[in-house]
């Protein structure tokens, strides 16, 4: 089997994003080393307001040569022609079959790193600590069941970012 990991940045006070849904507080650093991750990942794996922000934002689709998944409820595909599926029936399910096929790298979106920890699906969560509070904006975390994660790594960049890798 293989495994579904994400990396992801959050501001020091918990929220991976501005209430407005804004990402421009992330320093440079960190927008580096995140699509270097992406770049390298076998699979992509978003929820639909992830992939209409980076559609929207970044003046178009950046990953036409990477197997792209959306988890919605509707489909909303703006780049069928670039190797993007939406899973909108029995997602839990499929995540899980793709999870045998291929490895799945989540972008961005904490409601889904939440839904997939609550089932079990995600194997390991690379956090990046931002020293940064941004006072409200969109949690990392919804509600989680107690769980106790495996503390594999943890280092710090020079522009003072902490990052922590966890296996659940």
Same mark, same amino acid.
């Given at each position: 089997?293989?495994?579904?990991?994400?990396?992801?940045?959050?501001?020091?006070?918990?929220?991976?994003?501005?209430?407005?849904?804004?990402?421009?507080?992330?320093?440079?650093?960190?927008?580096?080393?995140?699509?270097?991750?992406?770049?390298?990942?076998?699979?992509?794996?978003?929820?639909?307001?992830?992939?209409?922000?980076?559609?929207?934002?970044?003046?178009?689709?950046?990953?036409?040569?990477?197997?792209?998944?959306?988890?919605?409820?509707?489909?909303?595909?703006?780049?069928?022609?670039?190797?993007?599926?939406?899973?909108? %029936?029995?997602?839990?399910?499929? $995540?899980? +079959? !793709?999870?045998? @096929?291929?490895?799945? &790298?989540?972008?961005?979106?904490?409601? *889904?790193?939440?839904?997939?920890?609550?089932?079990?699906?995600?194997? %390991?969560?690379?956090?990046?600590? $931002?020293? +940064? !509070?941004?006072? @409200?904006?969109?949690? &990392?975390?919804?509600?989680?069941?107690? *769980?106790?994660?495996?503390?594999?790594?943890?280092?710090?960049?020079?522009?003072?970012?902490?990052?922590?890798?966890?296996? !659940?």
């Amino acid at each position: 089997m293989k495994q579904i990991k994400a990396h992801i940045a959050v501001s020091l006070d918990g929220f991976i994003a501005t209430s407005d849904n804004e990402l421009e507080w992330l320093p440079n650093e960190i927008k580096s080393i995140l699509n270097e991750q992406y770049a390298i990942a076998d699979s992509l794996l978003m929820g639909a307001n992830t992939y209409h922000y980076i559609f929207d934002h970044w003046g178009g689709w950046p990953y036409t040569n990477k197997q792209t998944f959306v988890v919605s409820h509707n489909n909303t595909n703006v780049t069928p022609n670039c190797n993007v599926r939406f899973l909108i %029936n029995g997602q839990l399910e499929e $995540i899980n +079959k !793709l999870k045998h @096929k291929t490895d799945l &790298l989540v972008v961005g979106g904490g409601i *889904l790193i939440t839904t997939l920890i609550k089932a079990k699906l995600i194997d %390991n969560i690379t956090i990046y600590t $931002i020293p +940064k !509070l941004l006072g @409200k904006g969109i949690k &990392l975390f919804q509600e989680t069941p107690e *769980l106790n994660l495996k503390f594999m790594e943890s280092n710090s960049l020079e522009c003072g970012i902490v990052y922590s890798r966890y296996n !659940l």
